[in-house]
Nanobody
Framework: VQLVESGGGLVQPGGSLRLSCAAS????????MSWFRQAPGKEREWVAA????????NYADSVKGRFTISRDNAKNTVTLQLNSLKLKDTDVYHC???????????WGQGTQVTVSS
């Protein structure tokens, strides 16, 4: 299993970013996929999930209405559109299979999102 996240960066409050995760080594289209985030010294937090066919999505209350998860099963990618970013959204963002917990133990490096004025 390989999960490679990209798209993070430094953005001002209120700004936007689009994160991408390229997945390989498993039957991507048969798994729900999620995004998680983690700050140093803190537990990993689930952020958003999408069903295997993309028909249903779920979000943590902290990001609902601001973030949008989507997937492309033809490209084995899952994306997270981050809008109206807040200082507290600063974290390293990871993707993994699963609806609310990461199913695979091999997490990727993640992509750093820093929201700062």
């Amino acid at each position: 299993v390989q999960l490679v996240e990209s798209g993070g960066g430094l953005v001002q409050p209120g700004g936007s970013l689009r994160l991408s995760c390229a997945a390989s080594g498993f039957a991507f289209s048969t798994y729900p996929m999620s995004w998680f985030r983690q700050a140093p010294g803190k537990e990993r937090e689930w952020v958003a999930a999408v069903t295997n066919a993309g028909g249903r999505r779920n979000y943590a209350d902290s990001v609902k209405g601001r973030f949008t998860i989507s997937r492309d099963n033809a490209k084995n990618t899952v994306t997270l559109q981050l809008n109206s970013l807040k200082l507290k959204d600063t974290d390293v963002y990871h993707c993994n299979a699963g609806w609310s917990k990461g199913l695979f133990k091999d997490w990727g490096q993640g992509t750093q999102v820093t929201v700062s004025s």
